[in-house]
């Protein structure tokens, strides 16, 4: 019943060394988010996929990309993560038809440990 | 900009007791408004939202809001707690950029909520 899959759950990285987290979706949105979440603060968004158009926010550093190779997958890469960037990603879809107002829905998340 | 404000970080409640979640927002035109919880380690899920219509709203688990537009308030509320309502809530609102057809969601800093028996 899963609709978005996070994989893996639990990531540990070492500082500097790349590392990428993976989302999945069967609910065929068009619509992929990916946020980074600390310590039960809100959840900030990094960036988001409108089918293949990719929409960086502003404050979002260069460290991060992000890679949509089809409508069910989307990956975050972290080029040279530091000790600020351990936190929890979560992923989130949504179907855009245009009135706004649909749900997201999020994955379980993946919480990244940096040594 | 888009914004919501959760002005209790913590509720405390007693099992059986009504339960309320603060929620006021500030925005330019109609509001559209959301909760999510967030149960440890989890994502977030779709508790209900606010459009337009009935100001009261229900939602997942037995959890209803009511959209104040004169308070600018969007609570959340259930008649009876349960232990298992224990967790993180958020309130958030959609925030449209102009020009495009993006929009996303404006959290507000989450209200952890306590259910005892």
């Known amino acids: 019943d899963a609709m978005v899959i996070q994989n893996p759950r639990y990531q540990v990285t070492q500082f500097g060394k790349p590392v990428t987290l993976s989302c999945s979706q069967t609910?065929?949105?068009?619509?992929m988010y990916w946020y980074q979440q600390k310590s039960s603060q809100a959840p900030k968004l990094l960036f988001h996929?409108?089918?293949?158009?990719?929409?960086n926010e502003a404050d979002t550093p260069d460290n991060f990309q992000s890679r949509r190779p089809n409508t069910s997958f989307c990956f975050l890469d972290i080029r040279s993560p530091g000790l600020g960037d351990a936190a929890m990603y979560l992923c989130?879809?949504?179907?855009?038809?245009?009135?706004?107002?649909?749900?997201?829905?999020f994955g379980d998340g993946t919480r990244l440990s940096i040594l | 900009a888009q914004s919501v404000a959760q002005p209790e970080d913590q509720v405390n409640v007693a099992e059986g007791n009504p339960l309320t979640v603060k929620c006021t927002y500030s925005?330019?035109?109609?509001?559209?408004l959301f909760w999510y919880v967030q149960y440890p380690n989890r994502g977030l899920q779709f508790l209900l939202k606010?459009?337009?219509?009935?100001?009261l709203v229900k939602g997942s688990y037995g959890f209803e809001a009511e959209f104040n537009k004169s308070q600018t308030s969007f609570h959340l509320k259930k008649p009876s707690a349960l232990v298992s309502d224990s967790a993180l809530y958020f309130c958030?609102?959609?925030?449209?950029?102009?020009?495009?057809?993006?929009?996303?969601?404006?959290f507000g800093t989450g209200t952890r909520l306590l259910v005892s028996p």
């Open positions: 989130a879809t949504s179907r855009d038809v245009g009135t706004g107002g649909q749900p997201q829905h």
């Open positions: 609910l065929n949105h068009n619509v």
């Open positions: 996929y409108y089918d293949k158009d990719f929409n």
């Open positions: 925005v330019s035109g109609n509001p559209y």
């Open positions: 606010y459009i337009t219509g009935d100001n």
């Open positions: 958030a609102v959609r925030d449209r950029r102009l020009g495009t057809g993006f929009q996303k969601l404006v």
